[in-house]
Each structure stands twice: as C-alpha cells, then as structure tokens.
T-cell receptor, first 121, second 109 residues
C-alpha cells in the first residue's frame, strides 16, 4: 500500500525557515517523480514544486521560486521541501504527492494527508 | 502557462441526479493531459480521471471524463451521497509543472 507521510510543519514567524519531510513507503520511490502541493485555508490547490526521479529535473511555482528548495533522498525514500523567507501567504496545508511517471508530467496518483504550516508573528 | 477555469463554482443537486462539471483551458492541453480530482472536507485530493477520460484505479464507473483541446467535462451519472465534494481539474504534461483549476463544489440541494 502506498503511504506518504508528511512532517515538519508548525508555527513560524515571517522571514524564518522551515523544512518539510515526506516519508514514502509501499512503492519503489526512485521510480517516480514527486511533488509538493499546498492548500491555503478554505482555498484551492496550488502546485508548489516537483522533482524527477533522480533530481535531474526540478520545477517551482513562481510564488516560491528563489525561496523554496525541493530535494529527495532515494536511499531514505524521502522527499523534502526547504522553505526560507517565509511569508504569511505561505500559510497552508502542504501535501506530498506521487507522480505517475518517472520524469514528472503525470497526474498525481497518491497524496499524503498533509502537514500544516502557519506563518505568523 | 496554461490557466484553467471551472464552471460552475457551485452545483446544487440532489442524490440520484446527474452532475456535469466543466473545465476550460486558456490554450490547448496537449495529448489530453487533463486530470480530475475529488476532495472531501478534511481529506487529501483523490485522483478520479486522467488522460481526460481514463478512470483511476478503484473509481466507480458513474464517473466519466470527456473532452479535448481546451474544453473538458467531468460527468457523474447518478450522484451518490458520498459524491458531494469539491472537484478540481488539473493540467499536466511534458514538464514537472502542473496547474489546477479553482474547483467546483457539488453540494446537496
């Protein structure tokens, strides 16, 4: 059974940093691209970042480019999101999601339950 | 960047009725790389349809997708009580970047 478990969320002050993690199990992690998608309270889904199976291809939404860094450790079956210079508008539930493909460009077949990030002073 | 719009914003229907949800893209979606997701309160999104018309694993056949180019439709043939939720369309393709529509809420009339 595919499982994606996010962690690392919490309350953080504007301008500070936070690192999210996603532990994957139930599938061959390095056979798939992975993504982070967020959802602000009461709002819709917003793609944040994606990474191919070998980290050779990475993409970011314009809203986080230059502030967030996605990475993965295939040996640890883990996905990460380093979030710097956080803003109030980054407040959201952050989901880890598994692509159907190895390079990305596929639909997001599985999702974790999310980790909540609240940016506030 | 492709922008997706969904209509209507809210659809009020009764169980047993047919639901028709629309998703329109600002430019043609290549190879029908269009997906639909269902999200219930407090839950993560669930993939329903990919490739515009292929049902994901375990999705009941009352859910169907159609369309190509810039106009896509999700149809729920007969609404079950568990189908009342928010539905998002999503464009994907040759790059990592994906785009979601703003969603359509299907609620009980």
């Amino acid at each position: 059974e595919v499982q994606l478990v996010e962690s690392g969320g919490g309350l953080v002050q504007p301008g500070r940093s936070l690192r999210l993690s996603c532990a994957a199990s139930g599938f061959t992690f390095d056979d798939y691209a992975m993504h982070w998608v967020r959802q602000a309270p009461g709002k819709g889904l917003e793609w944040v970042s994606g990474i191919s199976w070998n980290s050779g291809s990475i993409g970011y939404a314009d809203s986080v480019k230059g502030r967030f860094t996605i990475s993965r450790d295939n040996a640890k079956n883990s996905l990460y999101l380093q979030m710097n210079s956080l803003r109030a508008e980054d407040t959201a539930l952050y989901y880890c999601a598994k692509d159907r493909g190895i390079f990305g460009g596929g639909p997001l077949a599985y999702w974790g339950q999310g980790t909540l990030v609240t940016v506030s002073s | 960047e492709i922008v997706l719009t969904q209509s209507p914003g809210t659809l009020s229907l009764s169980p047993g009725e047919r639901a028709t949800l629309s998703c329109r893209a600002s430019q043609s979606v290549s190879s029908s790389y269009l997906a639909w997701y269902q999200q219930k309160p407090g839950q993560a999104p669930r993939l329903l349809i990919y490739g515009a018309s292929s049902r994901a694993t375990g999705i009941p056949d009352r859910f169907s997708g159609s369309g190509s180019g810039t106009d896509f439709t999700l149809t729920i043939s007969r609404l079950e009580p568990e189908d009342f939720a928010v539905y998002y369309c999503q464009q994907y393709g040759s790059s990592l970047m994906v785009t979601f529509g703003p969603g359509t809420k299907v609620d009980i009339k």
